[in-house]
């Protein structure tokens, strides 16, 4: 009998640890933005109809709004104020660039707050590393 009950504490465990590793995004694929078409949108002034957030330490893309970083609640507390009177069909696009997308504790809970808040075309730019190797090196457009 003991048998069978380590047997069950432990596939129970197992399982539990499987379901952990294979976490779930809150973002879609189909939802990250790559970075040559943010670049391309601001270098030919095609950004009226975006909105694009700072959700890490800095705003340094060209006519980014800097929200702060996103795993303070003060933070959210600003995205939500910011973000309260916007039309829930704006495109908008979120970016830290912090460290890489699996390390990184900012772009998660705004994420999740534009989905929370109803927003149907939020999109997250796709900087998988950072934001010095996915667009400063890159020489991709930057507030100054």
């Known amino acids: 009998m003991r048998y069978f009950i380590f047997l069950f504490v ?10 952990a590793q294979q ?3 809150p973002w879609a694929k189909s939802q990250l933005m790559e970075t040559a078409t943010l670049a391309s ?33 003060e933070n959210i507390k600003k995205l939500n104020s910011y973000l309260k009177n916007v039309s829930k069909d704006k495109k908008i696009v979120i970016y830290c660039g912090c460290c890489p997308f699996d390390k990184c504790p900012n772009i998660r809970p705004a994420f999740n707050t534009l989905k929370e808040m109803g927003f ?10 950072n934001i010095k190797a996915d667009w400063l090196d890159k020489d991709y ?3 100054d």
């Open 141 to 143: 457009p930057t507030n």
């Open 41 to 73: 949108r601001i270098t030919n002034n095609k950004t009226k109809d975006l909105l694009i957030l700072s959700v890490g330490p800095d705003a340094i893309i060209k006519g980014s709004v800097d929200i702060g970083p996103a795993n303070n609640q």
């Open 120 to 129: 149907k075309n939020a999109k997250l730019l796709n900087l998988p590393k």
């Open 10 to 19: 432990a596939m129970l465990t197992f399982s539990n640890w499987a379901s």
């Open 23 to 25: 976490k779930q995004e």
